[in-house]
């Protein structure tokens, strides 16, 4: 057996960044839940490590130019619990999340690897689903697995099945999407319902019972992007709010951009059973994951066209208008209450529903 190397311990008196991270030498769940545990982890330990230009866009997925075509190339990691749930599975989210990360770049899904995770003991019949349920996902979405890779973990070094997607897309000629191109007077615009997703695994992981099945929004949601496209090539910025919610989402984009976002309360589309879910639980729907939505920043020019090109397509026939980019507070999210106050919506430190994608 080879010696197990000696790693020189991090140098948290370098790092400049808030408590939870200098204060937690080891990894927590916090730092997977997409809030700011996890922006800490990737700016001041991977990014200096990677010492690379690109990642440092922290885009849905990078965009890169080949052979005189753009591409757009993602990759994703899915640990959810339970695999199977109302509305999806493991692998619907493998395939539904690496493609909407490309979409959101304008770019039109092509090709996905796919790399298994299994734990020892797990049913041959519970992988054989898992497997199924990414054939009928990648199929429904228009693309191909064309590459991918089994390992196996020892008993209790893991948790039945994970999966690891990456996909590369194609980005059309004139589309310019990134989280820093957002710019004051835009529309934020949402897909639909928010919050869905992150209730609906936990009524089945807690066995929660709210007078009505929750079921997931998974779903794949280029053709939705290419619908808004087809009004204008001229979408600022784009993103699927899955970790962290709709908040963490809109807060990325501000300080990327170094805009104002302010959110009238009452436009913002909260189904009536989320919203009594987290009133039980002391939840806020704005930091519940979604996993079949998007907001879009529009020029106010033809934002009006792209929400009714939305309405029109099936994973966008909820979608809202719900504010504005503002040039107050910049890199700042606000909302109007209906009370007529204003708060701040921040970043959460971690995930308020860890284990969710």
């Not at 140098?11 to 996890?38: K, Y």
């Not at 697995?145 to 973990?153: A, E, F, H, P, Q």
């Not at 004139?174 to 992150?198: L, M, Q, T």
């Amino acid at each position: 057996m080879l010696p197990t190397p000696t790693l020189p311990a991090p140098d948290f008196e370098g790092w400049t960044c808030p408590v939870p991270l200098r204060d937690s030498p080891q990894i927590v769940m916090g730092h997977g839940g997409g809030g700011a545990m996890t922006a800490e982890l990737i700016e001041h330990l991977f990014l200096p490590a990677l010492a690379n230009e690109r990642p440092d866009r922290l885009g849905d997925s990078a965009v890169l130019d080949l052979g005189g075509a753009r591409i757009a190339f993602s990759t994703d990691s899915f640990v959810v619990r339970p695999l199977f749930f109302p509305g999806g599975s493991i692998g619907d989210l493998a395939v539904n999340g690496t493609v909407n990360d490309l979409a959101m770049s304008g770019a039109q899904p092509a090709y996905l690897s796919a790399a298994f995770i299994l734990e020892e003991g797990t049913d041959v019949a519970v992988v054989a689903a898992v497997a199924d349920r990414v054939g009928a996902a990648a199929r429904e979405a228009g693309v191909e697995v064309v590459t991918g890779d089994t390992k196996v973990v020892d008993a209790g070094h893991g948790d039945g099945v994970f999966v690891n997607t990456a996909g590369i897309g194609l980005v059309p000629a004139g589309v310019h999407i990134g989280p820093n191109r957002a710019e004051v007077g835009d529309v934020v615009i949402v897909s639909g319902d928010i919050g869905v997703h992150g209730v609906a695994i936990m009524s089945v992981r807690e066995g929660l019972e709210f007078g009505t099945e929750i079921r997931s929004d998974c779903a794949p949601l280029a053709g939705l992007v290419a619908a808004m496209l087809a009004v204008t090539r001229d979408l600022h910025a784009l993103r699927d709010p899955t970790r962290g919610g709709l908040g963490t989402a809109l807060n990325e984009i501000a300080s990327a951009s170094g805009v104002g976002v302010e959110l009238d309360e009452g436009r913002i589309p909260v189904p009536e059973m989320v919203q009594n879910a987290c009133s039980l639980l002391g939840l806020d729907p704005l930091y519940v994951a979604n996993e079949g939505k998007l907001v879009a920043f529009v020029p106010p020019d033809h934002a009006d066209a792209v929400l009714a090109a939305m309405r029109a397509h099936p994973y966008g026939a909820d979608a809202a208008a719900i504010g504005s980019c503002v040039p107050e507070h910049p890199g700042m999210v606000v909302a109007r209450t209906g009370f007529g106050a204003t708060r701040v919506v921040d970043v959460p430190i971690g995930e308020q529903l860890p284990r969710i994608c």
